[in-house]
């Protein structure tokens, strides 16, 4: 008998569980939430006429690292599945090369490489939040086999949604984000770090394994001082170096 799936809605801790698998609208809907609650800070700066530096920042991490990971997913995970036919998912694939356009703007206007005013911006951040929001609504649609919702991404091995904001704030803790794809995540996120950013990864395995695979990805680029040993808990802090 297979074991319930692990609820990918929460962090994974142990002793908690579901009994089905997530589907795809729950996974539509929390990339949704957290794509509007980043545009929204935006929306409030750019409404005084003031440009939103820092949060189109934090807006495009979001896109770039969940939005546009979640477009590949479901291209390799869901759509070679799915039982619909190829002008079907030719559109879902225009629509997605759509979304990636429009992120392309933001991320122009982020770079200096544009000339949109604030206004301009906030109409440009709201015309992307329905185009999100009317994409996912129709994929969910045109994904469904028999009538029954589409399972999620994360439900077929893809990385839970979740642990985006357990691995972007200073302290990282590992055990809710276990197995290999946990590390992995981590890994990514170390990569990430700005030079002279500090991150602090605490664990209750010995967290010798990930700082090898950061010192083989990335030779002398990150400095690392151990906090704290065992026997019940590992703490480590990773400086990431500035460029040689």
């Known amino acids: ?15 908690v569980a579901a009994l089905t698998a997530p589907t795809l609208a729950e996974e539509h809907a929390l990339l949704l939430r957290e794509v509007s609650a980043r545009a929204e800070v935006l929306l409030r700066e750019a409404e005084e006429r003031r440009w939103p ?8 991490d979001y896109l770039h690292l969940e939005v546009l990971q979640q477009v590949v997913d479901e291209e390799w995970l869901l759509f070679r599945s799915a039982y619909h036919t190829p002008d079907e998912l030719a559109r879902l694939r225009r629509e997605h090369l759509e979304l990636r356009l ?20 906030a109409v440009t951040t709201r ?20 009538g029954e919702a589409p399972r999620a991404t994360t439900s077929l091995g893809s990385r839970p949604h979740e642990w985006y904001s357990l691995t972007q704030g200073p302290v990282i803790d590992l055990d809710a984000l276990p197995g290999e794809t946990g590390f992995d995540a981590v890994l990514d996120r170390l990569l990430r770090m700005k030079p002279g950013e500090r991150v602090e990864l605490r664990a209750g ?3 010798g394994p990930m700082w090898q695979r950061l010192s083989r990805v990335d030779p002398g680029g990150y400095g690392i001082a151990l906090l704290q040993n065992g026997p019940t808990q590992w703490r480590i802090e990773v400086t990431r170096r500035p460029a040689r």
């Not at 008998?1 to 002793?15: F, I, K, S």
């Not at 429009?102 to 911006?121: K, Y």
């Not at 015309?127 to 028999?146: I, M, Q």
């Open 1 to 15: 008998m297979n074991e319930p799936r692990r609820d990918l809605r929460a962090p994974n801790r142990p002793g």
């Open 53 to 60: 530096a820092e949060q189109l920042r934090a807006l495009l």
């Open 102 to 121: 429009a992120i392309d703007v933001l991320a122009q206007a982020a770079d200096g490489g544009s000339t949109l005013t604030p206004q301009q911006l």
């Open 127 to 146: 015309d992307l939040l329905v185009r999100l929001e009317k994409h996912l609504a129709a994929e969910e649609v045109v994904l469904a086999v028999a």
């Open 205 to 207: 395995i010995d967290l």
